[in-house]
């Protein structure tokens, strides 16, 4: 198949000077030739954009640079992994609520002994003698968190984390190697060549350009 390169100049300069005369800027790009066997996926990932997945990076949702990168599967493995993440921190979170309160050298003064929910300890410190009188001051005792679900909500913000640098660095380098590909493939196919051209009408003979597939 071939395609004269004329064309396709005159189209870029017609589109040029269209901006140039107040054109909009966000009208769609204008419509190129392209080679017949490049498939619709192929074009698509040709025309991927680093600023789109850059832009799609600042929603915090891991796994939608591998979608916009037309890796759905890879894409819904990492959004999956965040669901378990996010779900491990919830776990931990409530699991730490539910640790006991630490041991202490003073005396404890305890409030609603027996209610779980609203249970407060003060420990009694020593704070001044006067007369044999001895003042105490309080300070206040807080639960310790329970041991497994710190190490749930650890679990889960290194998922969190892991997801979203791999969304990013893995995704971002995916839209560039694909785009390449295509590129690299259809590049190679494309040649230069010469073609005569004669107006019997004018009278006149010229070469023009034309690029092969």
């Known amino acids: 198949m071939k395609q004269n390169l ?3 100049m005159m189209i870029c300069l017609l589109t040029g000077l269209g901006l140039g005369q107040g054109g909009d800027l966000l009208n769609e790009v204008p419509l190129y030739p392209i080679p017949e066997e490049m498939t619709f996926e192929e074009y698509q990932d040709m025309n991927r954009r680093l600023t789109v997945g850059l832009a799609i990076a600042a929603v915090p949702v ?4 591998h979608f916009y990168a037309g890796e759905k599967k890879t894409g819904a493995i990492i959004l999956g992994t965040a669901v378990v993440g996010l779900g491990s921190i919830i776990a931990g979170a409530a699991m730490a609520e539910d640790g006991d309160f630490p041991d202490s050298d003073f005396s404890v003064l305890i409030l609603n002994e027996g209610d779980e929910d609203r249970e407060r300890r003060f420990e009694e410190i020593p ?10 001051k309080l300070r206040e005792i807080n639960r310790e968190p329970d041991g497994a679900g710190i190490a749930l909500i650890a679990v889960g913000a290194g998922l969190l984390v892991a997801d979203i ?15 390449d590909a295509v590129r690299y493939k259809y590049g190679r196919s494309m040649k230069l060549g010469f073609q005569p051209q004669f107006n019997l009408e004018k009278q006149s003979v010229g ?5 092969n597939f």
């Open 6 to 8: 004329l064309i396709v």
């Open 62 to 65: 891991p796994g939608l640079i």
């Open 127 to 136: 704070y001044e003698n006067v007369n044999g009188e001895i003042t105490y």
């Open 165 to 179: 640098l791999y969304d990013f660095i893995h995704g971002i380098r995916t839209i560039e190697k694909k785009r």
């Open 207 to 211: 070469v023009g350009l034309a690029l």
